[in-house]
């Protein structure tokens, strides 16, 4: 299991052609049980092309479920801007992850507000830890 300090990535999705895809970017903090970081809803695949944007955080709590087997849940809301006369920030996004102890994949119930103000429902998503490329600097 992982502690301390570290980033991870995530891709939530169905797999169904049509639903969007859940990208996320966390930092997770073991020691205080607290995960920030951001995440985008989207889908390539309709038109105009779906992008919600969201700056996340909640917390997370370990669940043993079957025996000796520990579930890691991660509860995120996100948070988006309204562009109007002045910016107004609003939840736009709601996640909830069921991961297995090392942090690499599991499932997920996740809900974004569309651009006409609907909440959608996205429900037994797949979660998979992807590997995110580093800047490197060669100077």
Known sequence: MKTGLFIQSYE???GLVGVPTFEVHLAVNTHQRSISGQ???FNKST??????YS???EEFSNM???SDKMNII???RGQGFLLSVLPIEML???VTLILDSNWQRGTANYSYVDELGNWNEI???KVTAVLVKELVNNN
């Open 12 to 14: 939530i999705t169905t």
């Open 74 to 76: 991660v509860n995120l």
């Open 92 to 94: 736009n996004t709601k």
């Open 123 to 125: 429900r037994d998503a």
């Open 47 to 52: 038109h105009p092309h779906l992008e919600i």
């Open 55 to 57: 700056n996340l955080s």
């Open 64 to 66: 043993t479920v079957v």
């Open 39 to 41: 995440g985008i809803v």
